[in-house]
């Protein structure tokens, strides 16, 4: 079944602050797994991406860690700011011809304390 | 480079009205794909449409619910005789190929 699993739904962490947010997934043919962030009103924002040939990538205070065999991935916010209170969203996508529907978890809602 | 571009922003409607939703793509994107999301919850895919072709329509509901993509204008998502149970926000997001990129929502109220 085409499922990711999202956890916490919610997270508070304090300015400076690691964040840490967790996916879990079952279907082993997803080969994309992209992190997507949300403000109120607003549309999801690409944040970063890896596919599983990769354990870890890392964009500015952003880091995906991979773990192929465990089908996890998680996301972390380092010294996070109070201008990165959203909600995120991991996803997953798998081949099929050329259509890559997005399977998302259920999101995060994150709030930095100033 | 506009991004994704959906109208209306807001759209209120009584129950038994249609709704008819409307997607831009990037430029040069020629692949659109429609979500729905209820609130508290996360996206879910419905439709995913190329140029004058739907190619997976398999999250959509069978009744009541249509897309296109013309070949010229926007893509449209349609909705008819709308129940309170359609009120959500519907994304579309265009993608060239690989990583797809949202639009900013419809939020669609059923009275």
């Known amino acids: 079944q085409q499922q990711v699993k999202q956890s916490p739904q919610s997270l508070i962490v304090q300015k400076g602050g690691i964040s840490i947010i967790n996916c879990a997934y079952e279907?082993?043919?997803?080969?994309?797994f992209p992190w997507y962030q949300q403000f109120p009103g607003k549309g999801p924002a690409l944040l970063i991406a890896?596919?599983?040939?990769?354990s870890e990538k890392k964009e500015g205070r952003f880091t995906i860690s991979f773990n192929k065999s465990a089908k996890q991935f998680s996301l972390h916010i380092m010294d996070s700011q109070p201008g990165d209170s959203a909600t995120y969203f991991c996803?997953?996508?798998?081949?099929?011809?050329?259509?890559?529907?997005?399977?998302f978890g259920s999101g995060t809602q994150l709030t930095v304390l100033p | 480079n506009a991004g994704v571009m959906q109208n209306p922003r807001h759209l209120v409607r009584r129950r038994g009205q249609e709704a008819r939703l409307r997607c831009s793509p990037m430029k040069g994107h020629s692949h659109v794909y429609w979500y729905r999301q209820l609130p508290e919850e996360g996206l879910k895919f419905m439709v995913y449409l190329q140029k004058e072709n739907i190619i997976d329509e398999s999250g959509m509901p069978k009744e009541r619910f249509s897309a296109e993509f013309p070949k010229e204008g926007p893509s449209i998502l349609r909705i008819q005789q709308v129940v309170r149970g359609d009120s959500a926000a519907y994304f579309c997001a265009s993608s060239p190929t690989g990583a797809q990129y949202f639009g900013p929502g419809t939020r669609l109220t059923v009275l």
């Open positions: 279907n082993t043919a997803f080969d994309y």
């Open positions: 996803a997953a996508t798998i081949p099929s011809g050329s259509a890559r529907q997005l399977t």
């Open positions: 890896i596919r599983p040939d990769v």
